[in-house]
C-alpha cells in the first residue's frame, strides 16, 4: 500500500488513487513478481484501470526464474458480488480471474459472475470467510503467497483474521486531509487497544521523497511460553 503522510490512500471523493512515484510503481510489479495470486477488493479493481498482471517482460523473467508462471493469479472480493463487469481486468485474459463472495449476492449477480471470471467461489454467508478461502485458494489453485492490494476494507478484514504476514507500504509526503478519506484499514476495525495487530518495523528505506517500510506481523507467544 501507499499513503499520505496523513494516512490516506485516496482521496475523499476516491477520484485520486494513485499518487505515488514511478519507483513506487515499480516496487510494487517487484512484489507482483514474487506472488503466486494478486488480490484487491471490487472497488479498488472498479475504480482503477488495473488489470492486475505482473508487468513488462523483465518482472515476468523474474517470476519464471523463481519458479512461478509467468503470469499471476488474480483473485477479486466482493461480500455482494457488485463488481463492474466493464472493469479492464476482464478485458484482458491472461491469467486466470477468481472472484471470492458470499451468500449475499443474488442470482442474477452470480450468474454475470460466472459468465466473467474462471471461477466464482462463496466464502460465507454474509462476510467472507479468509481463513476458509485462503486454504481453498492453496489447495485448488497452489496458491502460497499472495498480494492483497487493498483497499482498505478488505485489508481491514485481513488485519483482524490475522492473516497478514507482511505489509509493504510507502510513505509519500502528500497530505489530503478529510475525515471520508480512505486509510489503508477501514472497516469495522478494533474497539480496544489490547486487539490491536502487531508489527515490527523490519525495514526503512528513504529513496527519492518517499519512504518504504517493511512490517512483520508479531507472532503471538503460545500460552504455555
Known amino acids: 500500500m501507499a499513503m499520505t503522510a496523513d494516512g490516506k490512500i485516496a482521496t475523499a471523493n476516491r477520484a485520486v488513487t494513485s499518487f505515488g512515484s514511478p519507483r513506487d510503481r515499480g516496487h ?3 512484489l507482483r ?3 503466486d495470486a494478486v488480490m484487491a477488493g471490487a472497488r479498488t479493481v472498479d475504480s482503477a484501470s488495473t488489470t492486475m498482471e505482473p508487468g ?3 518482472f515476468r523473467r523474474r517470476r519464471l ?3 512461478l508462471a509467468e503470469y499471476n493469479l488474480r483473485v477479486i472480493v466482493s461480500r455482494s458480488g457488485s463488481v463492474n463487469p466493464c472493469a479492464e481486468v476482464f478485458k484482458h485474459r491472461f491469467s486466470p480471474i477468481i472472484i471470492l ?6 442470482a442474477n449477480r452470480l450468474e454475470r459472475l460466472r459468465a466473467l471470471a474462471d471461477e466464482v467461489k462463496i466464502c460465507g454467508q454474509r462476510e467472507i470467510n479468509f481463513k476458509v478461502a485462503f486454504r481453498w485458494l492453496r489447495k485448488k489453485w497452489g496458491v502460497k503467497r499472495l498480494l492483497c492490494e487493498g483497499g482498505g476494507e478488505l485489508n ?4 483482524r483474521a490475522g492473516l497478514v504476514d507482511e505489509l509493504y507500504l ?5 497530505i489530503f486531509g478529510g475525515h471520508d ?10 474497539l480496544k487497544i489490547a486487539g490491536a495487530r502487531r508489527f515490527v518495523l523490519k525495514s526503512a528505506r528513504r529513496i527519492g521523497n518517499e519512504l518504504f517500510t517493511v512490517l512483520t506481523a508479531m507472532k503471538k507467544p503460545h500460552p504455555c511460553s
Request: proline residues 8%; charged residues 30%; positive net charge.
Open 28 to 30: 510494487l510489479l517487484e
Open 33 to 35: 513478481a514474487t506472488a
Open 56 to 58: 513488462p517482460a523483465k
Open 65 to 67: 526464474k523463481r519458479g
Open 101 to 106: 463472495t458470499t451468500r449475499r449476492a443474488k
Open 156 to 159: 481491514d478484514a485481513l488485519f
Open 170 to 174: 510507502t510513505i509519500c509526503p502528500k
Open 181 to 190: 478519506a480512505p486509510t489503508i484499514a477501514d472497516g469495522k476495525g478494533i
